[in-house]
């Protein structure tokens, strides 16, 4: 049963400290910082003031409200003071030794019914525990930073957690205004696994040689909604956080090919390009911003197209690209194979283009394809064999741009780079769940709030079709040999059956 807490020990005022100490006061909770370094936690109640100061400047907050949050926020000179805890939380380095001395000396100070959250973001919360005369009540309570604009919060049962510690944090959370999400206690929990995705994914397009950073991130913006690209958002975090923690989770899942990390990533760490922070990573920046705007790809000036056959085993969408073609001025052949002259536009799911064209028995010289899986309407994406003609992709470019939409040209790759990325993104959270480290909803709610995807992975999965997704990585799989492309079986099951990755299987007992 849920235990209420009203009075709340943070140790630790850093960024995060801080941002848990912000919530829980504006949530009414007496919330007392203690810091062990000298001066510490005043000066983090003293930003929290000027924090409060601008949120009512901004017409955010009322005065009154700041006020009385200010009068639940107290500094402690000692741990000790903090022993009429309900519930105490730590956000202090992420250093094993450390917390488990903390929480070590914690033990000692608070009451037996006190709860002990770890704030960690990769560490075992059953390794934190070990050693307490009560690991039950030790648990995870996973906050994101700026804490109080990341509105969820992953709360991780150890072995020895108590259900009501958990069910204690998850009713906690739901009160700091956030969306609590049950993980299990493995790598990387929930956000920080499902993320690895995204990020392996994008170094391993740019290591292909697919296409350049800013027509990666590029392409993932435009075309698939992400707020940021891979390689820009790796500039943002910075390498020397981002790259230890990709080698931590592939470490630590027994290096399983789907979390390889990049060599590219290890040697800018080397090299110091961080990204912002050093003013240089994969882009180069000035206070903080990026000294040159990436620029797109210019649209040539073609003034005599070709005749063009669409190569596609699905009908519709051959009828969509070639209605699409002929509105914008293209001449579209409909004989079943193209003329000497036609430049062969495939719409390919998981195919190279090179396997593509094999597929369709058509001169690779004469050959492009278009990315069809999220639709033509924000972006278009095409594709080049290692011998298309310049004449050819000018021409599909020029006329695929034409009424404005962007268009990128890439390299030859294995599902272009939205469907090897969805389909990896996707993928991923299916073993999740597969793995019961967490719920389907809560995966979702998980990675859309956590992340900032535009959509919960599963049901993005749904939207554009399991089967179609299992397909992509069957063949990306068959033709790399990669088993970072292996479909899970949740995925692979759900796809056979026609229902929702959304769908659990019903208990065995």
Request: charged residues 25%.
């Given at each position: 049963?849920?235990?209420?807490?009203?009075?709340?020990?943070?140790?630790g005022t850093g960024v995060m400290g801080a941002g848990i100490a912000q919530?829980?006061?504006?949530?009414?909770?007496?919330?007392?910082?203690?810091?062990?370094?000298?001066?510490?936690?005043?000066?983090?109640?003293?930003?929290?003031?000027?924090?409060?100061?601008?949120?009512?400047?901004?017409?955010?907050?009322?005065?009154?409200?700041?006020?009385?949050?200010?009068?639940?926020?107290?500094?402690?000179?000692?741990?000790?003071?903090?022993?009429?805890?309900?519930?105490?939380?730590?956000?202090?380095?992420?250093?094993?030794?450390?917390?488990?001395?903390?929480?070590?000396?914690?033990?000692?100070?608070?009451?037996?019914?006190?709860?002990?959250?770890?704030?960690?973001?990769?560490?075992?919360?059953?390794?934190?525990?070990?050693?307490?005369?009560?690991?039950?009540?030790?648990?995870?309570?996973?906050?994101?930073?700026?804490?109080?604009?990341?509105?969820?919060?992953?709360?991780?049962?150890?072995?020895?957690?108590?259900?009501?510690?958990?069910?204690?944090?998850?009713?906690?959370?739901?009160?700091?205004?956030?969306?609590?999400?049950?993980?299990?206690?493995?790598?990387?929990?929930?956000?920080?696994?499902?993320?690895?995705?995204?990020?392996?994914?994008?170094?391993?397009?740019?290591?292909?040689?697919?296409?350049?950073?800013?027509?990666?991130?590029?392409?993932?913006?435009?075309?698939?909604?992400?707020?940021?690209?891979?390689?820009?958002?790796?500039?943002?975090?910075?390498?020397?956080?981002?790259?230890?923690?990709?080698?931590?989770?592939?470490?630590?899942?027994?290096?399983?090919?789907?979390?390889?990390?990049?060599?590219?990533?290890?040697?800018?760490?080397?090299?110091?390009?961080?990204?912002?922070?050093?003013?240089?990573?994969?882009?180069?920046?000035?206070?903080?911003?990026?000294?040159?705007?990436?620029?797109?790809?210019?649209?040539?000036?073609?003034?005599?197209?070709?005749?063009?056959?669409?190569?596609?085993?699905?009908?519709?969408?051959?009828?969509?690209?070639?209605?699409?073609?002929?509105?914008?001025?293209?001449?579209?052949?409909?004989?079943?194979?193209?003329?000497?002259?036609?430049?062969?536009?495939?719409?390919?799911?998981?195919?190279?283009?090179?396997?593509?064209?094999?597929?369709?028995?058509?001169?690779?010289?004469?050959?492009?394809?278009?990315?069809?899986?999220?639709?033509?309407?924000?972006?278009?994406?095409?594709?080049?064999?290692?011998?298309?003609?310049?004449?050819?992709?000018?021409?599909?470019?020029?006329?695929?741009?034409?009424?404005?939409?962007?268009?990128?040209?890439?390299?030859?790759?294995?599902?272009?780079?939205?469907?090897?990325?969805?389909?990896?993104?996707?993928?991923?959270?299916?073993?999740?769940?597969?793995?019961?480290?967490?719920?389907?909803?809560?995966?979702?709610?998980?990675?859309?709030?956590?992340?900032?995807?535009?959509?919960?992975?599963?049901?993005?999965?749904?939207?554009?079709?399991?089967?179609?997704?299992?397909?992509?990585?069957?063949?990306?799989?068959?033709?790399?040999?990669?088993?970072?492309?292996?479909?899970?079986?949740?995925?692979?099951?759900?796809?056979?059956?026609?229902?929702?990755?959304?769908?659990?299987?019903?208990?065995?007992?």
């Amino acid at each position: 049963m849920a235990r209420e807490v009203s009075r709340l020990g943070i140790v630790g005022t850093g960024v995060m400290g801080a941002g848990i100490a912000q919530i829980a006061a504006q949530a009414g909770l007496e919330v007392a910082l203690y810091d062990k370094r000298d001066g510490a936690a005043s000066a983090a109640c003293d930003g929290l003031q000027a924090t409060f100061d601008k949120l009512v400047g901004k017409g955010k907050l009322s005065r009154e409200s700041a006020e009385v949050a200010l009068s639940h926020l107290s500094v402690v000179e000692s741990m000790t003071a903090l022993a009429d805890r309900d519930m105490v939380i730590e956000a202090i380095v992420e250093d094993l030794g450390i917390k488990q001395a903390l929480f070590a000396d914690l033990e000692a100070i608070v009451s037996r019914d006190c709860v002990l959250a770890t704030n960690t973001s990769s560490l075992s919360v059953t390794a934190i525990a070990a050693g307490l005369t009560c690991p039950g009540r030790v648990a995870g309570f996973h906050f994101f930073n700026p804490v109080p604009l990341m509105k969820v919060i992953e709360v991780i049962g150890g072995i020895d957690t108590d259900e009501a510690v958990v069910d204690t944090l998850l009713k906690l959370a739901s009160r700091l205004g956030h969306t609590g999400v049950r993980a299990q206690d493995t790598p990387g929990f929930i956000v920080n696994h499902a993320g690895r995705a995204y990020s392996t994914e994008g170094l391993k397009i740019l290591e292909e040689r697919v296409a350049p950073p800013e027509d990666i991130d590029r392409i993932l913006r435009e075309e698939a909604g992400f707020r940021m690209g891979p390689l820009e958002l790796f500039d943002l975090t910075g390498l020397d956080v981002s790259h230890p923690a990709m080698e931590s989770i592939f470490t630590q899942f027994y290096y399983d090919p789907r979390y390889r990390p990049s060599y590219i990533s290890r040697q800018m760490l080397k090299g110091n390009r961080l990204g912002r922070k050093t003013g240089i990573g994969f882009y180069r920046y000035e206070a903080g911003k990026k000294a040159e705007a990436p620029v797109a790809q210019q649209v040539p000036e073609v003034s005599d197209l070709p005749p063009i056959w669409v190569g596609c085993e699905d009908t519709a969408l051959r009828e969509e690209v070639g209605s699409l073609l002929e509105s914008l001025g293209g001449r579209v052949e409909p004989a079943d194979s193209p003329s000497k002259k036609a430049l062969c536009l495939l719409l390919p799911f998981g195919d190279d283009a090179v396997s593509a064209s094999e597929h369709f028995g058509v001169d690779p010289e004469r050959t492009l394809c278009l990315d069809m899986l999220l639709g033509l309407k924000r972006h278009r994406t095409l594709m080049m064999t290692p011998v298309t003609r310049q004449e050819m992709r000018d021409a599909a470019h020029a006329l695929l741009a034409s009424d404005g939409v962007g268009v990128t040209v890439i390299r030859d790759s294995v599902g272009f780079v939205s469907q090897r990325m969805l389909a990896s993104v996707v993928n991923l959270a299916c073993d999740i769940a597969q793995r019961e480290i967490a719920t389907p909803t809560d995966i979702d709610n998980a990675v859309r709030l956590g992340l900032n995807y535009p959509h919960g992975p599963l049901a993005w999965g749904d939207a554009l079709g399991p089967k179609r997704l299992l397909a992509i990585l069957e063949r990306i799989n068959a033709l790399t040999g990669d088993p970072r492309y292996r479909p899970s079986p949740w995925l692979r099951r759900r796809a056979a059956l026609g229902v929702s990755l959304l769908h659990e299987a019903p208990s065995v007992r």
